[in-house]
């Protein structure tokens, strides 16, 4: 029995040290001194590939005539694609809904089925950006009803965010070092760095452009501005303070 209550209070003494120790360790941790900085780095990129939306649309009394009305747009377009260079899995669907056409009826105070529309949007991705505006003009020509939301990119976008990344933590580390010598020490370790969703600027330059085209239109010409990718990191780096400041 002594045995047992001997072994016990070692138990418990043993836990008490290493809980007292934990603390220490945890408080020296909190009182440790930190720098703790934010910093971009940009790199700007001229686009050379578009996307945007086409839409077909049709409306009409019942639900399949709307349905097969667009389905001849939607084919006319896509073959004017093949055309003009574009390949089907550059303009794949991106949405297709078949919806009831309601309106409102002051008499009757109640809305009324006036039939159905049909919508069939395909997203086009343009690979040459000197074609964009030859392609947007065979797809009106072939009977689209709005261009949506052009958005520009760079076909060597992954390495131009790299560079972004690596100069947005350079730029870090001598903000922080800037910081930690006015304080009156100097730049210890990285203990931690974490990046933010990459910003490519200036993405969409028409909201829509819907419409047939005359029968002899001017041709469209799409110019696209240098665009910059914007990369944020937040980092904490260790502060050593000299022995005067301490």
């Known amino acids: 029995m002594e045995n047992v209550l001997l072994k016990t209070k070692l138990f418990f003494f ?43 649309k049709s409306d009409a009394k019942t639900a399949d005539k709307a349905a097969a009305e667009t389905a001849g747009k939607y084919r006319h377009v896509q073959s004017a694609l093949r ?3 574009i390949p089907l899995e550059d303009a794949p669907t991106a949405s297709y809904t078949v919806s ?14 006036k039939g159905y529309s049909a919508r069939h949007t395909i997203m086009v991705k343009v690979r040459n950006l000197g074609t964009v505006g030859r392609v947007i003009d065979a797809a009106v020509q072939a009977g689209a009803d709005e261009v949506q939301n052009i958005m520009f990119s760079s076909s060597v976008y992954e390495g131009l965010r790299q560079q972004a990344l690596a100069a947005a933590v350079s ?13 009156g020490g100097h ?57 005067a400041s301490k």
């Open 100 to 113: 009831p056409l309601w309106e409102w009826d002051q008499v009757l105070g109640k809305s009324l089925l």
């Open 171 to 183: 730029n870090a580390r001598r903000d922080a070092a800037i910081m930690a010598s006015a304080a």
């Open 14 to 56: 043993s836990f008490f040290l290493f809980a007292v120790m934990a603390g220490i360790s945890l408080t020296a941790r909190a009182e440790e001194r930190q720098v703790v900085v934010s910093a971009a780095g940009t790199v700007s990129v001229k686009p050379d590939m578009a996307e945007f939306g086409v839409v077909v």
């Open 83 to 85: 055309t003009a260079g």
């Open 187 to 243: 730049l210890g370790q990285l203990i931690e760095v974490s990046v933010s969703q990459p910003v490519f600027g200036g993405r969409p330059v028409m909201e829509a452009m819907a419409m047939k085209a005359a029968p002899a239109p001017a041709p469209t010409e799409i110019a696209p501005s240098e665009q910059d990718i914007i990369v944020t990191v937040n980092t904490r780096w260790r502060f050593i303070a000299s022995p």
